[in-house]
């Protein structure tokens, strides 16, 4: 079963950066779409960005495009979200996910792993 950790959240000021890492384990994550998710207080959860297995195709939501950025070090079994240039409506709670069928698509029904999350906020 794979399981999926990620770290890297905190606080940070509008303009600054974080860099996400999402570890797996229990399986290899190199067979695996992966994707990142958010949350914010009272929405739902919606897609960032995915990176298929091979790292070929990725895909951003519009309200990231050009500021965050994903990657895939297969070796280390770990998917990485860099977010520059953050803003206070990034805040939220983001997740990992992997999806077995490689299908690379923001769709959450798409992805059957799911790691805890990890805080980010954005706020002066």
């Known amino acids: 079963q794979l399981q999926l950790v990620e770290s890297g959240g905190g606080l940070v000021q509008p303009g600054g950066s974080l860099r996400l890492s999402c570890v797996a384990s229990?399986?290899?994550?190199?067979?695996?779409?992966a994707g990142w998710f958010r949350q914010a207080p009272g929405k739902e959860r919606e897609g960032v960005s995915t990176i298929s297995s091979s790292g070929y195709t990725t895909k951003y939501a519009e309200s990231v495009k050009g500021r965050f950025t994903i990657s895939r070090d297969n070796a280390k079994n770990t998917v990485y979200l860099q977010m520059n240039s953050l803003k206070p409506e990034d805040t939220g709670v983001y997740y990992c996910?992997?999806?077995?069928?490689?299908?690379?698509?923001?769709?959450?029904?798409?992805?059957?792993?799911w790691g805890q999350g990890t805080q980010v906020t954005v706020s002066s």
């Open positions: 996910a992997a999806d077995s069928l490689d299908l690379a698509r923001l769709g959450i029904v798409d992805y059957n792993f």
């Open positions: 229990g399986g290899t994550l190199e067979y695996y779409t």
